[in-house]
């Protein structure tokens, strides 16, 4: 049903201590985890749950695309 991956940004609350997705593509994801893994398991499960919320309905396989990203610092060491 969906020729090309639906895409999910995905980024790191230094505050919260929690990774943080949403989705243009899916109306109405925001969701976070401790994890990485927990979260792309968690999406596994939403993001089907809000298409069909959305008004698509049915048994359909839905590919998607996590693009992560993380800002750090790295502290050089000067003799």
């Known amino acids: 049903m969906f ?3 639906l ?11 929690v990774w943080v997705a949403t989705s243009d593509d899916v109306p109405g ?3 976070e985890e401790d994890t990485m893994e927990d979260l792309i ?3 596994k499960i ?7 919320a959305n008004g ?5 396989d839905v590919p998607f695309e ?3 990203r993380s800002f750090e610092i ?6």
């Open 3 to 5: 020729k090309k991956p």
């Open 7 to 17: 895409f999910v940004r995905v980024e790191w609350d230094e505050e919260a201590k």
């Open 29 to 31: 994801l925001a969701t």
């Open 41 to 43: 398991d968690k999406l």
């Open 46 to 52: 939403l993001i089907p749950e809000l298409l069909v």
């Open 56 to 60: 698509i309905s049915g048994e359909f």
């Open 66 to 68: 996590v693009l992560a």
């Open 74 to 79: 790295a502290r050089g060491v000067t003799d």
